[in-house]
């Protein structure tokens, strides 16, 4: 093998691993607002304040996730476009449960609630 293809296939090799950290991220993000969702669901179907402990928990995974998509798209504007197009309307329901919690009340103000 010449020196050229070896340096190609390293250079592929290290965009499939890449590939491949964005697709988990992502994945972990999904995961996590279904965590969080799902405790919202609990929460607002019996008003039982333990279903908001996977509400709380998704919201902060979901940030961390988030975070670490935008870190791992930095080289793809593209992507990062979406990313900005998408955590406003993930984060826009979000901010309605959190608020309602102490009051145990909740409203439904938008498909998040």
């Given amino acids: 093998m010449s020196y050229r293809s070896t340096n ?4 592929s090799e290290n965009w499939r691993a890449h590939t491949y950290q964005v697709l988990g991220a992502l994945k972990d993000a999904t995961s996590n607002m279904q965590d969080s969702e ?3 669901r ?10 908001l402990e996977p509400f709380f928990k998704g919201k902060e995974s979901i940030g961390i996730s988030l975070n670490l998509l935008t870190e ?3 080289d793809n504007e593209y992507q ?3 990313l900005r197009v998408l955590q ?3 984060w826009g329901g979000k901010r309605e449960v959190s608020g ?3 009051n145990n ?3 439904r103000k938008n498909r998040f609630q």
């Fill in 38 to 40: 799902t405790g919202q």
């Fill in 88 to 90: 406003p309307l993930i």
């Fill in 80 to 82: 990062q476009q979406r």
């Fill in 100 to 102: 309602a919690s102490g």
């Fill in 72 to 74: 791992l798209t930095l």
């Fill in 8 to 11: 190609y296939i390293r250079y």
């Fill in 42 to 51: 609990g929460y607002l179907l019996t008003g039982d304040k333990k279903y």
């Fill in 105 to 107: 009340r909740c409203t």
